[in-house]
């Protein structure tokens, strides 16, 4: 109390829209702005995802962002919980801004201005795989493994961040683990941070009740690893190539020796929507004796494709 009366009304309530003060560290992006490309949030349920969110994005307006994209599995996910302005005590990202922050919502044209800012933020859906426009200098990405077609899309937001601006163009992702090829790459990849949370780090600010059941309920549990623990898995005992055995069998191109037969291999799916299996499309080659010899995986363009599409690919493998 003495601290605020020291401080005054107007910095106090400065101070209680100031996001370095209040948040947890991991709830802060890393403070060199120009030494990566792509933060990844990965965490359980309840983490603050979202608020961490809200509030780069309001940073970034700060910095000098002008051009916003917020990308969710579809448009009524985007509207409601990433961009917020619903219901009380929310964090998307209209929910977050200091009271001194004009928006303007324009829902017809799926976008927000902010006058002061000279900005916008534009929605975008992980249903439509293209992105096309304006280019953006901050992306927010929100649950990407549930998007349609998430690595189009995600490919696709990388190309659109092209231009030099107030701020370097960055990407945000905050997602929920699943072992999904896409999220171990970015892991992997450089010039991409990665912070991984637990549903615990943020008890806190849980129901209590909800906490200790779920937390009783799911422990030991794969589910309990992703849900709570904010694990990204990578074999969970079901598989029978696990990806552990893959990586410790990965060799380099130029140590492939010569290979005795090759053969590319397609199983096709029949159909392309929504809920259609994949077409699984892989070349291998084998060195040596049927018998004693050993393998080896040359390519995977297993993928969702049409009839004439994965034709196309596996032909084009071939070759």
Excluded at 85 to 100: H, Q
Excluded at 114 to 119: E, V
Excluded at 159 to 175: D, F, K, W
Excluded at 266 to 292: C, E, F, L, M, Q
């Amino acid at each position: 109390e003495a601290l605020l009366d020291e401080l005054g009304p107007l910095a106090t309530q400065m101070l209680a829209f100031d996001w370095k003060f209040w948040g947890r560290p991991k709830q802060l992006a890393p403070l060199n702005t120009t030494g990566w490309r792509i933060l990844l949030f990965i965490a359980g349920r309840g983490l603050g995802k979202t608020r961490l969110a809200g509030e780069w994005l309001s940073e970034r307006l700060e910095l000098g962002a002008r051009d916003i994209a917020i990308v969710g599995p579809n448009v009524d996910d985007a509207r409601q919980f990433m961009l917020g302005g619903y219901k009380r005590r929310a964090d998307g990202a209209n929910d977050v801004l200091p009271p001194w922050v004009r928006y303007v919502y324009r829902k017809d044209e799926g976008m927000v201005e902010f006058p002061d800012y000279h900005a916008v933020a534009r929605i975008h859906s992980g249903e439509v795989p293209e992105y096309r426009g304006p280019a953006p200098d901050s992306v927010w990405c929100d649950e990407p493994i549930k998007w349609r077609y998430a690595e189009r899309l995600l490919s696709n937001l990388r190309l659109a961040c092209r231009e030099v601006g107030r701020v370097p163009a960055q990407i945000l992702i905050t997602t929920s683990p699943k072992k999904l090829k896409l999220l171990r790459d970015l892991v992997m990849e450089e010039h991409v941070v990665t912070i991984h949370g637990t549903t615990h780090e943020n008890r806190g600010n849980v129901d209590e009740l909800y906490y200790q059941t779920e937390a009783r309920r799911l422990k030991g549990t794969a589910q309990g690893a992703e849900e709570l623990e904010g694990e990204l898995g990578i074999d969970d005992g079901e598989e029978l190539f696990k990806l552990g055995q893959i990586d410790a069998g990965r060799v380099d191109d130029r140590s492939v020796p010569p290979l005795d037969r090759v053969v590319v291999a397609v199983d096709p799916a029949g159909t392309k929507h929504r809920n259609s299996d994949n077409t699984g499309i892989v070349a291998a080659g084998r060195a040596g004796d049927v018998n004693t010899g050993e393998g080896y995986v040359l390519a995977d363009k297993t993928g969702s494709y049409t009839w004439d599409g994965w034709g196309e690919e596996t032909v084009k493998l071939a070759e």
